[in-house]
């Protein structure tokens, strides 16, 4: 597979709920019927309404919506655990759609994981054996299934704890056990479904910096589903945000925060602080070399964040010199750019 083709390739997937999918998608896709009337005149549910996207290699791709949303629904299509009503999904070039039942049990053992908001931990199984069940499912033999399981749970800083049961740890630790597991099988692609809801919100937010920092190394495809906007914001490189079973927007985390398509998306973001997820590209004015004469100015990189920017800006009263990754001077930011994009959250231009 080639770095330029996608790792997730979704095209028009549609699925409703009902004895009656087909005959309700027709009348939807010639009279643009809405969910209630879909309900109405057939008993159908729409859960995933016309859905396409791309998800590269090693992309974080986040999936966010309120509850009944569809993003759950969603993520269960990429590994077949749902069917859909029409459309196409493939993964890393292989059409899932076409896999008989042997293939579909091969690629859901050996191609993808998922991780679950409930842990799903055998009870009567240690930590190691939990962890190295996908292997031996994979016919691993004993001595090679545990000495991999061993290095996920090292990997997941849970050393020490393969012996124990899953009713010893606390609910942190048994996330980072499921989150092994799925990374003993070594996926191509890893879809996690709220992965870190259920857990409190200091442990919460440890486990997101664990798999970030183990995705910067592992660099898996992963399909992230999620409610919170702000553990959207922290761990996606893109998201897309779902109403009502549609894609409503997918950007970078700042193109939904400073550029939200619609009042959905400008009421999910209100929340949120811009000063991580606010890049000086999109503050800058633009300068050159030859215009920017401020030999003492503090120089900046485009994805330098707005905390970065403003702290700098306290201290220095001239306008921040902003360059490329060749060191060419591409752009000035002062501080009415910075004020502007703190209050009003616009780009400047």
Not at 109 to 118: P, S, Y
Not at 211 to 239: C, P, Q, W
Not at 307 to 323: E, N, Q, W
Request: aromatic residues 6%.
């Amino acid at each position: 597979m080639h770095n330029d083709s996608p790792a997730i390739s979704i095209k028009s997937v549609w699925k409703i709920f009902g004895d009656k999918a087909e005959i309700a998608l027709a009348d939807i896709k010639q009279n643009n019927l809405g969910k209630s009337e879909i309900l109405n005149r057939y008993n159908c549910v729409v859960g995933v309404a016309d859905v396409t996207f791309d998800v590269q290699p090693g992309e974080i791709f986040c999936v966010m919506g309120l509850s009944g949303s569809g993003k759950s629904t969603l993520v269960r299509h990429i590994n077949r655990l749902l069917e859909p009503t029409a459309g196409s999904i493939h993964v890393n070039g292989k059409d899932v759609m076409s896999l008989n039942q042997t293939e579909l049990r091969n690629y859901r053992n050996e191609h993808i994981a998922m991780v679950f908001q409930n842990f799903a931990l055998m009870p009567h199984r240690s930590v190691l054996d939990n962890i190295a069940m996908p292997l031996e499912i994979r016919g691993f033999n004993k001595n090679k299934r545990l000495k991999i399981a061993q290095e996920n749970l090292d990997m997941v800083e849970l050393t020490g704890w393969g012996n124990k049961f899953a009713h010893e740890l606390s609910g942190g630790m048994q996330q980072r056990v499921g989150l092994a597991r799925a990374l003993a099988s070594d996926p191509e692609v890893l879809l996690m479904d709220e992965p870190f809801s259920a857990l409190d919100p200091l442990i919460r937010r440890q486990l997101q910096d664990e798999f970030m920092k183990l995705s910067s190394v592992m660099k898996k495809t992963t399909v992230f589903i999620t409610h919170d906007l702000d553990e959207a914001v922290r761990i996606g490189d893109r998201i897309a945000i779902m109403r009502d079973g549609r894609l409503v927007q997918v950007g970078t985390p700042e193109e939904i925060v400073m550029q939200p398509a619609d009042d959905y998306v400008s009421d999910f973001v209100a929340g949120i602080s811009r000063l991580k997820v606010v890049k000086a590209h999109a503050v800058m004015q633009a300068a050159t070399e030859q215009n920017f004469t401020d030999t003492k100015a503090p120089t900046f990189k485009e994805d330098d964040n707005l905390s970065t920017l403003i702290t700098a800006a306290i201290d220095y009263h001239g306008p921040l010199r902003v360059t490329d990754d060749k060191g060419r001077t591409v752009g000035s930011i002062d501080r009415a750019d910075l004020l502007k994009t703190v209050i009003e959250g616009t780009e400047t231009s």
